[in-house]
């Protein structure tokens, strides 16, 4: 049995998965503890939202173990893993509200669900949540009424409507205009620290990420290439991170997709 | 909520959907007078049924008073045995005489019964005495040609 | 040229095991959402307002059809049978032809257009914009939430819709028949309630209805919850969900009519 300290909300043992005979994470340990806000960074395709997946039980692992709040993730039954996933709020890319229903619907739906308050609390709840993101006068639109911006925040007060002690976050600014990065990062560093939650951040947007974050985890190749504070990715001298970081076409992430050698395949040899 | 809105539109809904299968059952189809359990049945024995079919009308003066509930074979005789239900609100003599009989010239058979003046009437499970035989149109051109050719002998040279 | 047969027999042998991998899916899902009819029968406005939108929304297109239909019918039928002198027995072929067949049938082809289609749009644009998982993340089934009550809606609607088109087309031929070439009202009427039984023909048309909706329905929710959530997916999805419900009904209709009127001639 993985051994468990209770600081520990997170606990990832060498975790492999592969989607058919495609690898895509490769041994991965990673710890987070409880209150700490990281985020999860590296190039597309590079195992970031599986890694999500994992943690949320969406996916299963092919060898290793993953503990959430002490509890082995791929082992629970569905009644169980949903037991665990009331704790845990997750914040999709482009929000995923639900779009036959309004503003108020949307946050009143976990409410509608997962407990049996009365409508007035639920009101009083809904209108709480949609204040805290700034958009109680929102809530009779549609969704396809909001902005980008907008439907993210009415996802992530739908998303924190239970209290979740996890909150995880797949890419939250892809898509954004610059004020709305900073109203969401803002959000998620606020609603961490009053909610007293774990926070993991999938991210490609590294200034904002940095701002907010105990801790940057950097992704490669289904292995962790780098775990380090925010401070410390601006001034390495990695390859990798300064590629990503500097947004350099070359580097160890390659231009060039493997082929042929170029000159053979244009003379047809 | 709009949840009114849904329950008016689908009980409406509902309604006209029974409704529509009220006018099936009752005025399309017959439910009143057509419950295949109902009634008694008697059995009717006929050289020959023609194309008698399971489920066609009984009738007794055209009215429709029953129904053919199955059709067999005697081992034995080689009778054709016919079980007819009769609506319980019918009753006949015990000397009825059963007929099979056509609807138009080609129409679908149906058994025709006759009643007879015997004060007892039938009851479940009685044998009907006298029967008539469908007619059969091969049978009757065949008779028909050979009685002419029996009325003119030797017409030409 | 060996090598170009073995090319054929595998494609052929692709063919088939694809179709059996899709059966053993098709199976895996439908046990999944019988095991989560139970959660869904809980919840009655959930099916209520799938069934208005699948239901109530196909009423108009399912009653028109019927009468158009019904009046087509009689126009055909009475053109025969007036050749042998029996006009009074359209009533009887029409509402034969309606309960026993196209009732059913068409209507059940009729949903598979309007309503599911829809079905199957919704579901995979639900997955391709991640609000089945955003569901699944707060520990809400999408099966029991989402696909059973859209399942059941159209079990639920179709016997009803068949009902309503039938009555539609013989209400249209009565129209034809008996209004306009002037039939006689009761020689209409009485033939046919005569020749039409309640059981064998009143009630196996409803039963076929019954079962085409469980297959139309669970053909919709099936394609759109797996649709590759992508906008040519969810176009082939749909294509799908209308030329596999109709095949499927149109075969399905021919075993039950086989076994259903068997015995009977």
Same mark, same amino acid.
């Given at each position: 049995?993985?051994?468990?300290?209770?600081?520990?909300?997170?606990?990832?043992?060498?975790?492999? %998965?592969?989607?058919?005979?495609? &690898?895509?994470?490769?041994?991965?340990?990673?710890?987070?503890?409880?209150?700490?806000?990281?985020?999860?960074?590296?190039?597309?395709?590079? #195992?970031?939202?599986?890694?999500?997946?994992?943690?949320?039980?969406?996916?299963?692992?092919?060898? #290793?173990?993953?503990?959430?709040?002490?509890?082995?993730?791929?082992?629970?039954?569905?009644?169980?893993?949903?037991?665990?996933?009331?704790?845990?709020?997750?914040?999709?890319?482009?929000?995923?509200? %639900?779009?036959?229903?309004?503003?108020?619907?949307?946050?009143?739906?976990?409410?509608?669900?997962?407990?049996?308050? &009365?409508?007035?609390?639920?009101?009083?709840?809904?209108?709480?949540?949609?204040?805290?993101?700034?958009?109680?006068?929102?809530?009779?639109?549609?969704?396809?009424?909001?902005?980008?911006?907008?439907?993210?925040?009415?996802?992530?007060?739908?998303?924190?409507?239970?209290?979740?002690?996890?909150?995880?976050?797949?890419?939250?600014?892809?898509?954004?205009?610059?004020?709305?990065?900073?109203?969401?990062?803002?959000?998620?560093?606020?609603?961490?620290?009053?909610?007293?939650?774990?926070?993991?951040?999938?991210?490609?947007?590294?200034?904002?990420?940095?701002?907010?974050?105990?801790?940057?985890?950097?992704?490669?190749?289904?292995?962790?290439?780098?775990?380090?504070?925010?401070?410390?990715?601006?001034?390495?001298?990695?390859? %990798?991170?300064?590629?990503?970081?500097?947004?350099?076409?070359?580097? &160890?992430?390659?231009?060039?997709? &493997? #082929?042929?050698?170029?000159?053979?395949?244009?003379?047809?040899? | 909520?709009?949840?009114?809105?849904?329950?008016?539109?689908?009980?409406?809904?509902?309604?006209?959907?029974?409704?529509?299968?009220?006018?099936?059952?009752?005025?399309?189809?017959?439910?009143?007078?057509?419950?295949?359990?109902?009634?008694?049945?008697?059995?009717?024995?006929?050289?020959?049924?023609?194309?008698?079919?399971?489920?066609?009308?009984?009738?007794?003066?055209?009215?429709?008073?029953?129904?053919?509930?199955?059709?067999?074979?005697?081992?034995?005789?080689?009778?054709?045995?016919?079980?007819?239900?009769?609506?319980?609100?019918?009753?006949?003599?015990?000397?009825?005489?059963?007929?099979?009989?056509?609807?138009?010239?080609?129409?679908?058979?149906?058994?025709?019964?006759?009643?007879?003046?015997?004060?007892?009437?039938?009851?479940?499970?009685?044998?009907?005495?006298?029967?008539?035989?469908?007619?059969?149109?091969?049978?009757?051109?065949?008779?028909?040609?050979?009685?002419?050719?029996?009325?003119?002998?030797?017409?030409?040279? | 040229?060996?090598?170009?047969?073995?090319?054929?027999?595998?494609?052929?042998?692709?063919?088939?095991?694809?179709?059996?991998?899709?059966?053993?899916?098709?199976?895996?899902?439908?046990? =999944? /959402? =019988?095991?989560?009819?139970?959660?869904?029968?809980?919840? =009655?406005?959930?099916?209520?307002?799938?069934?208005?939108?699948?239901?109530?929304?196909? +009423?108009?297109?399912?009653?028109?059809?019927?009468?158009?239909?019904?009046?087509?019918?009689?126009?055909?039928?009475?053109? $025969? *049978?007036?050749?042998?002198?029996?006009?009074?027995? *359209?009533?009887?072929? $029409?509402?034969?032809?309606?309960?026993?067949? +196209?009732?059913?049938?068409?209507?059940? +082809?009729?949903?598979?257009?309007?309503?599911?289609?829809?079905?199957?749009?919704?579901?995979?644009?639900?997955?391709?914009?991640?609000?089945?998982?955003?569901?699944?993340?707060?520990?809400?089934?999408?099966?029991?939430?989402?696909?059973?009550?859209?399942?059941?809606?159209?079990?639920?609607?179709?016997?009803?819709?068949?009902?309503?088109?039938?009555?539609?087309?013989?209400?249209?031929?009565?129209?034809?028949?008996?209004?306009?070439?002037?039939?006689?009202?009761?020689?209409?009427?009485?033939?046919?309630?005569?020749? $039409?039984?309640?059981?064998?023909?009143? *009630?196996?048309?409803?039963?076929?209805?019954?079962?085409?909706?469980?297959?139309?329905?669970?053909?919709?929710?099936?394609?759109?919850?797996?649709?590759?959530?992508?906008?040519?997916?969810?176009?082939?999805?749909?294509?799908?969900?209308?030329?596999?419900?109709?095949?499927?009904? +149109?075969? *399905?209709?021919?075993? /039950?009519?086989?076994?259903?009127?068997?015995?009977?001639?």
């Amino acid at each position: 049995m993985t051994s468990f300290h209770e600081s520990e909300m997170i606990a990832l043992k060498d975790v492999c %998965f592969s989607y058919a005979d495609r &690898p895509i994470l490769n041994g991965i340990d990673l710890t987070i503890k409880r209150g700490e806000i990281i985020a999860i960074m590296g190039g597309s395709g590079g #195992g970031k939202t599986t890694l999500l997946g994992l943690i949320a039980g969406r996916l299963k692992p092919q060898s #290793g173990s993953v503990l959430v709040n002490g509890f082995e993730v791929p082992k629970l039954r569905q009644t169980e893993l949903y037991g665990l996933r009331r704790k845990i709020g997750m914040l999709f890319q482009f929000g995923a509200l %639900f779009t036959d229903l309004n503003v108020f619907d949307n946050v009143a739906f976990p409410y509608r669900e997962q407990t049996n308050l &009365p409508e007035e609390m639920i009101r009083t709840l809904v209108l709480l949540k949609l204040e805290a993101v700034g958009l109680r006068g929102a809530k009779d639109l549609m969704p396809a009424e909001l902005s980008g911006g907008m439907a993210r925040r009415v996802a992530l007060a739908r998303a924190v409507a239970l209290d979740p002690s996890v909150m995880l976050y797949d890419e939250p600014f892809t898509g954004l205009d610059p004020i709305s990065v900073g109203i969401i990062g803002r959000l998620i560093k606020r609603l961490n620290r009053a909610l007293g939650m774990t926070s993991v951040i999938v991210t490609h947007d590294l200034n904002e990420t940095l701002r907010l974050v105990d801790r940057v985890v950097v992704l490669s190749q289904g292995k962790i290439h780098r775990d380090m504070a925010p401070e410390e990715i601006r001034s390495t001298d990695d390859p %990798f991170i300064r590629q990503f970081a500097d947004g350099l076409p070359d580097g &160890p992430v390659p231009f060039h997709y &493997p #082929g042929r050698d170029y000159w053979s395949e244009l003379m047809g040899q | 909520m709009n949840r009114s809105r849904f329950d008016f539109a689908v009980g409406l809904f509902v309604a006209i959907g029974l409704l529509a299968m009220a006018f099936m059952a009752l005025k399309v189809g017959n439910l009143a007078g057509f419950d295949s359990g109902s009634g008694y049945a008697i059995e009717a024995r006929f050289d020959n049924i023609g194309g008698l079919k399971v489920r066609a009308p009984v009738k007794s003066a055209g009215v429709v008073v029953g129904r053919v509930e199955s059709i067999g074979l005697d081992a034995e005789t080689y009778e054709a045995r016919v079980l007819l239900r009769i609506y319980p609100n019918y009753r006949f003599s015990k000397d009825t005489i059963a007929s099979i009989l056509t609807s138009g010239l080609l129409g679908e058979q149906y058994v025709g019964l006759e009643s007879g003046g015997d004060p007892v009437y039938l009851g479940a499970g009685d044998r009907l005495g006298k029967t008539q035989s469908a007619m059969i149109l091969e049978k009757l051109i065949s008779q028909f040609l050979f009685s002419k050719a029996a009325e003119t002998p030797a017409k030409a040279p | 040229m060996s090598a170009y047969f073995i090319r054929l027999i595998s494609t052929l042998g692709h063919l088939v095991t694809s179709r059996i991998d899709r059966l053993g899916l098709v199976a895996r899902f439908a046990g =999944l /959402l =019988l095991v989560s009819l139970r959660i869904a029968l809980g919840r =009655l406005s959930l099916i209520f307002r799938e069934v208005y939108f699948s239901g109530v929304r196909s +009423l108009s297109i399912v009653a028109v059809s019927g009468l158009f239909v019904g009046m087509v019918l009689a126009v055909q039928g009475y053109e $025969v *049978l007036q050749r042998y002198g029996s006009a009074e027995s *359209l009533g009887v072929i $029409v509402a034969l032809s309606l309960v026993r067949e +196209l009732g059913p049938v068409v209507t059940a +082809l009729l949903f598979a257009g309007r309503a599911s289609s829809a079905v199957t749009a919704e579901i995979g644009l639900m997955r391709a914009t991640e609000q089945l998982a955003a569901m699944d993340m707060m520990a809400v089934d999408p099966i029991s939430r989402v696909v059973a009550p859209r399942f059941l809606a159209a079990v639920f609607s179709m016997p009803f819709l068949a009902a309503i088109f039938s009555t539609a087309g013989v209400i249209g031929a009565w129209i034809i028949g008996v209004k306009l070439i002037g039939i006689d009202d009761g020689a209409f009427w009485s033939q046919m309630q005569a020749n $039409v039984d309640v059981r064998i023909d009143v *009630l196996n048309g409803l039963v076929k209805s019954i079962v085409f909706g469980t297959s139309v329905g669970l053909i919709s929710v099936f394609e759109g919850y797996f649709a590759a959530p992508t906008a040519e997916g969810i176009a082939t999805a749909t294509t799908r969900t209308v030329v596999i419900s109709s095949l499927s009904v +149109l075969l *399905l209709d021919l075993l /039950l009519t086989v076994m259903m009127f068997r015995g009977l001639s």
